[in-house]
């Protein structure tokens, strides 16, 4: 189409999608997540509609559903509906797509076959209800088709506990190049009152909340630490006076694989400092940076885990400093609790409760949300990093980090009796009490 040409579709967006449209233009990612009925669908299909309006020949867009069933059912009549209109379009019923008098094409897929968009160049893509795609596939598949024609991209979709869709969504927050909205029912007014009343009358709490209020952590009944309590810690400001005297802590996880990452985190009492993340770094290097921040930081205690750690552990004693071997799966000091890991996630979120103060960062408020927990040895078990892979979340290495800290109390150098330095954290937290 020429920009003198106009075209009517017949959509009409409500004044809050006409605002996402206006946001949506100034970035090329934008992340969406929004309440049942929003008409996040329509927005997202005639998002793609118009781009292929204005763009050049043979441009391609994609709709991108779960599965490509789900995508034909959800998207496809919308798809219809707001190209009929459009004088010397033709639809493709077999393949879902639609092309435009000019050659640019719509069309829609189903991430079950990820192998159908490998390869192929887009415009601008559309992916829905991103919480039941699986990770993989945004980095593996979906990203690299936009890389040569700098194609943009919006992620629609409701809550369904911590994911990739609430990373990413947490992620955009604090990212310049994105766009990220939240819409709860309560204040669009897309849905009257009394109709959302009748839903929550017949919806849990948890299911209300998560569908119609768009939180993320409401579909995690089982998760350790509320994400609320995470973004409440995140950034907020501590006053030097109320941790100047706590002993200084250093934690060093260890990456296991490829993807893992390795990661130092510095604590003194009720203040965590920013982690310091690697990826892809060997473990004498590795052994060399926690020596540097022993050096600058002066610790009291350095805990490492010794899962993968050996030689950064090793490499730091020949340096001549005393760090202690944490083993995740080892047995925990306090007896309520199922292994080291568990009691030291335990502490964490006790620490968190008393007033413990986060850095502002992404992958950190992501980690603290994802392991969930279980009593059914009769001791509380923290879900493992295995376990956590497999329902296609990272490996939360940024929190085990920070756990660590916690692996045991440690005095200020000079300070001998522990009761008598500011910033001390009492732990009297009752897993017991928390699984009822």
Not at 19 to 47: C, D, P, Q, Y
Not at 114 to 135: K, M, W
Not at 207 to 215: G, K, N, T, V, W
Not at 407 to 425: D, F
Request: glycine share 8%; proline share 4%; aromatic share 8%.
């Amino acid at each position: 189409m020429t920009t003198e040409q106009r075209v009517e579709t017949g959509y009409r967006p409500r004044a809050i999608q006409r605002a996402i449209h206006e946001e949506m233009a100034r970035k090329r990612f934008s992340i969406v997540v929004a309440h049942r009925r929003f008409g996040k669908t329509v927005l997202a299909v005639n998002t793609l509609i118009d781009a292929a309006l204005r763009a050049g020949r043979d441009a391609k867009f994609a709709y991108v559903a779960p599965y490509f069933r789900q995508a034909k059912d959800v998207a496809w009549d919308i798809l219809q509906k707001y190209t009929e209109s459009v004088p010397g379009c033709t639809t493709n019923q077999a393949e879902l797509s639609v092309t435009l008098p000019h050659g640019a094409r719509v069309k829609l897929y189903g991430a079950d076959n990820p192998d159908s968009l490998r390869g192929i160049g887009l415009n601008g893509l559309v992916i829905d209800e991103l919480a039941d795609i699986r990770p993989n596939t945004w980095g593996e598949v979906l990203r690299p088709t936009l890389a040569s024609d700098r194609g943009f991209c919006l992620m629609i979709g409701t809550p369904k506990g911590v994911n990739l869709f609430s990373e990413l969504f947490y992620a955009a927050l604090d990212d310049d190049a994105w766009f990220a909205g939240h819409y709860p029912a309560s204040k669009t007014g897309i849905l009257a009152d009394d109709e959302l009343a009748m839903i929550r009358a017949t919806s849990t709490e948890s299911q209300y909340a998560q569908e119609m209020e768009c939180d993320f952590n409401a579909a995690v009944d089982n998760a350790l630490i509320p994400l609320d309590a995470v973004l409440a810690a995140a950034g907020k400001h501590l006053p030097d006076a109320d941790y100047a005297g706590a002993a200084k802590v250093i934690g060093v996880d260890v990456a296991r694989f490829g993807d893992d990452r390795s990661v130092i985190f510095k604590r003194q009492g009720l203040y965590a400092h920013e982690p310091i993340v690697y990826n892809d770094i060997d473990n004498m290097e590795l052994a060399g940076r926690v020596a540097n921040q022993i050096a600058e930081f002066q610790p009291d205690a350095v805990f490492v885990d010794g899962g993968r750690g050996e030689g950064v552990i090793d490499r730091l004693r020949m340096l001549g400093h005393n760090v202690i071997e944490v083993a995740f799966g080892g047995k925990a000091s306090n007896p309520h609790y199922y292994n080291k890991r568990s009691e030291m996630w335990g502490e964490l979120a006790e620490w968190l409760r008393s007033g413990g103060v986060l850095p502002d960062h992404g992958a950190l408020k992501t980690d603290l949300c994802v392991p969930t927990y279980d009593m059914k040895t009769g001791k509380f078990r923290l879900e493992s990093k295995d376990d956590i892979k497999k329902r296609g979340m990272k490996s939360p290495d940024v929190g085990d980090a920070l756990a660590l800290t916690f692996a045991e109390s440690v005095m200020p150098k000079g300070i001998r009796n522990l009761s008598n330095y500011r910033g001390r954290v009492t732990h009297d937290w009752d897993p017991f009490a928390e699984a009822v």
